[in-house]
């Protein structure tokens, strides 16, 4: 999928894609990051869903109505403020979490947010549901429309692990790093439902 998009063109609760991770384990850190490009300002976006068998909020990264963005960690959610995101452009997003110390930071185009407190010793553990363009209200399903992804994503990466600030970084500058091990955009295997659309990016440079 390198060079390549995922393009959710409408509103729906029947289109997604449905990733197939890499790994299936104990979850006790997570980082995933994600590129998404959007217009839309008046309504909430699921960025990245992940659910369990027992906890459809696995791990959900929501653009909010307002900029503001929420993080779910086993169906407990927490809100972050003032990062700096904009339409119609491509902006980078990464959420971080430890188990250890429930520590919880998401990154926007290069800055940080707060870190803030949820689920400190949880684990996210059972087989996991992967899924862009929809919010999981279920293991697999529970799709509402107002909860859909609208615009396009790419460069969606997992790790098992908390990235350092400088991984980030360079991440979000488009740097070589690690992929992610548990989603690796570079060799994903995904399955697509419904009216999505995976194209090569444009070149915007003539």
Same mark, same amino acid.
């Given at each position: ?12 609760? +029947? ?80 959420? +971080? ?6 520590? +919880? ?48 994503? +790419? ?52």
């Amino acid at each position: 999928m390198s060079g390549k998009e995922i393009i959710s063109p409408g509103e729906s609760n +029947t289109a997604y894609v449905k990733i197939t991770p890499d790994m299936n384990k104990i979850f006790f850190a997570v980082t995933v990051c994600v590129g998404f490009f959007t217009d839309y300002q008046t309504k909430e976006l699921t960025i990245f869903s992940l659910a369990t068998p027992s906890h459809a909020d696995g791990f959900v990264i929501f653009r909010g109505d307002g900029g503001n963005y929420r993080v779910y960690i086993q169906d407990q959610g927490i809100y972050f403020w003032g990062l700096p995101d904009k339409m119609n452009e491509w902006n980078s997003v990464c959420g +971080t979490w430890d188990a250890s110390t429930g520590l +919880t930071q998401l990154w926007v185009n290069g800055k940080p947010s707060a870190r803030k407190a949820l689920q400190a010793g949880g684990s996210i553990s059972g087989t996991p549901s992967i899924i862009l363009g929809q919010d999981q209200d279920a293991y697999v399903g529970g799709f509402d429309v107002y909860d859909s992804f609208y615009g396009h994503e +790419t460069d969606v990466h997992m790790w098992d692990r908390v990235l350092s600030p400088c991984e980030i970084q360079s991440y979000m500058k488009g740097e070589v790093l690690s992929p992610g091990n548990v989603v690796n955009w570079n060799a994903l295997k995904y399955t697509r439902h419904d009216y999505v659309v995976v194209e090569t990016m444009q070149n915007l440079i003539c």
